[in-house]
């Protein structure tokens, strides 16, 4: 009845089994490779056998003060850090939930994700403090700061101790969740609404993690260039669990920067980065080096990378380009596979071997090859996907309908089982009775010559429904008009597609993972160029 | 990605399409078939057009009065009555949304599930008016009687029509919902805890109902033997929806007579019935006749069929048992197939075409075939099962994990996927840390050459955890003592599953549905035998 899933390589060769939680992974792992690079952070270094000293002391300081056991939630609210790690793992390790919040958020949202969620303890930066709201009516009784001021230390009305201060607590023998626990509640960035708590297993972690190094061959001397924040999934999960899987290093940077990437590369010997599908345009923007093809590099995790962009992008960087589709609710769905080079261009690969993926039509039932619809998912094993939206029942129902997480994108399936994404459904812009994909009319811009990156979103119509708008930046020094993208895309794409408002802006704005922050672009500001205006129909 | 399932023949045949709403099959059904007999009662007959007429003259009456829609719940609180198929299909045929409600429930039980459920009119019978809860303050505006007095015409607070009223209105052309739209509101007899609101599609009930009939080899010539009540899943499904969907016809009875029953047999030429384990238990109980053999009854359609009458009952009526698993929540889980005499005796049957079932142990994984764990399913197609629980979605979460439906029920898988249950796991009884199967047990019990029918249940024990307690019901004219009884259990089974206390009752209490209410059973009256009064440690 149940089909028997091939073997989890990593995580069969470091505990003899397929699943496992977060602190078993890292007890094997400090066992048997103790001596290897776990992160480098600028020039400083930890080994497996010192960073998990630093997590199992984090674990021992939240005992004694009461925050260890499943009941417990540790929140963080911190950039890209050393002590990040020590916090996540250590919370595991004490069997607590680990709460990271995405440091772009402040007040009133931060407020209500502390109160719902019911975390006690929050770890954070100096910096931070004067954004954050009043902790204590959202039930924060200690915050930690990994760089106190005395100031904050003598004046805040709650306790204030340093991460250094917990981090010499007695170490504590770290607890062992089962693989399908809660480990981590992950708000999701929806575009419009509440965000959704996402509650995520143990197992969601290390045997996605596990499969994912496993399928791009990853191993003991890789070492990921790491610009993702840990508050991210991908940053969590592909970025990091795939390197303890395997015992790989973690090179740690604050954030992706364009112009100092190659030298990052370059001194931290990085072999992996997860290239989102703009970070490759902005890389393949600069002009050619001779030095393209020396460098460490060797993998590029991306989703949605533009058709026209992979092959060339490959060649000119050796580099392999694995595309690879997922959510916070449910990742890994796709699995790229290195050794198989016949994965149709524009595909974001064939469903992973613990998932079911398929496509519905509005009724709930498969749609043809080749035919968009929904991209709905099954998992074919336990602990591999969330447990559900904490406090937030209904949605997960609306979501789980006929036994299949509705992923909400809408995406077609080949003959061959392969995967194309056209977009989120939420995503889809309505013009005149037709539904225009923003993700397909940007993949058209970016073929225009003097374009570097693209956003293009819906404005209310006058006429009901939506015009369209495309935001662009152009390449360094290029002096595109906006009539002339108007004219390009007139040629290239159908009548109903071509944006009526274009606006040329220096940059656009983008979020800490480095997604465009469409919701920004969402106006029609005086003076930008209107197709209407400028005399045609 | 997606299996390709087997055509379901009837609904093929009727529609040309394998998924379904009632109203369709009915539109379908009354044009394909109209003068077939739908429907027996007493001396009065419908064919099949003649209760078209009825049902979408109610349907009529509901638009007439603002109660068709999908918004609109209509409630029924009936017995085995014809006027429940008018009121049953009519709503649906308004687009509206039924509400079966057990005609057992009384006072605070019966007024929290209209109140829940939101419907605005009630159809029952005049000696149920006494045990209504206040009905304006449930939301009820309009009272449908199928007999009403004058009494209750001019002194009820509350607009009182007769049936017949409501079915002089004019006939509505059906409405045509989705076969995946909300169609019913089941409320689950749950032994534990608040009962479940459980919200049913359409499908569920049609291509669910059409997979049984032709896995049965049912069809236009067949009779049911319908005494079920038409607020179980069972008696709508597999005993009325089965017959509509290829034209067969139904006998109607009030309730399970077992003196009656062979005479009504005679009398309506059935061929099918619907016999729960102790139906089964009674008929054998019975002396044998000359006519046994000679009836016109084929089907016997049974859940949970003692292993050791199975053979013995088909070879002394000359009748096929058919076994079938599933719940409220999700039908039909196992498919019996008349065809296939290979089912070894004790097993309820193969998944169905429809459905994927496995076994898994606490942490959701896949035991190994012949070990015992929970029983989950999941749906190969859309709308074939509910859609949630009503105003209550985290138990729908919890029943969800993995995206599997948690049955609670207790059973394991032979190694060619022949499922064995083996108990609801609610219903396991713990003693001395051992866990007792209450249906093992019962069915060892109903070897003993002298008992028609008996019931197991837990004793909470002064050493903590249960006692065993079987309450017995003795065939005609037999005096075996307790402790004969209790000898006989020492002889075969295990020593910590020997009962405690044994007492013997004239009869067992039944509820509505024919099951044993076990909840009446559990104390310890005065004068009960008690093992260990009785000297044995």
Redesign the interface.
Known sequence: ??VSLPPVGPLRQLLGKD?ASIPEVWCARAKRTPDQIFLVRDDVRWTYAEAFELICRFAGFLRERGHAGPENRVASYLPNVPEAFWVWFGTHCAGSVYLPLNRAHKGVLLSDMLSRTGARILVTESSAVSELPDLSSCGIDTLILIDPTTKQRNELPIEVLSVDEALSAQRMNPAIP???ALATIMFTSGTTGRSKAVLQPHNMYCRNAARLAEACEWNERDVFHAWLPLYHIAGQLHQTMSMVSVGGAICQFSTFSRTKFWSQIEQSHATIVIGLANVLTLLWSDPPSIRDRERSLRTILSAAVPKDLHRPFEERFAVCIMEQYGMTEMELLTVPNIRDRQVPLGSCGR?GPDF?????DE????APPGTPGEIVA??K?????M??YDDD??P??ET??????HTEDIGY?DEE?FLFFVDRSRHVIRRRSENISSWELENILLRHPDIAECAVVGIPSALGEQDVKASICLKPSRATQPVEVYDFCRRNMAGFMVPRYIEILRELPHNHVGKIEKTQLLNVREGVWDAERAGDP
């Open positions: 009845m149940t699943d089962k693989p399908g469903a079911e993926l398929a496509i519905f009724d709930d039932k498969p099954r998992p094993a336990s602990g591999l996907m447990l559900g029942a209904l997960t129902v789980w309908q006929n036994l299949w997480f399936m089982g």
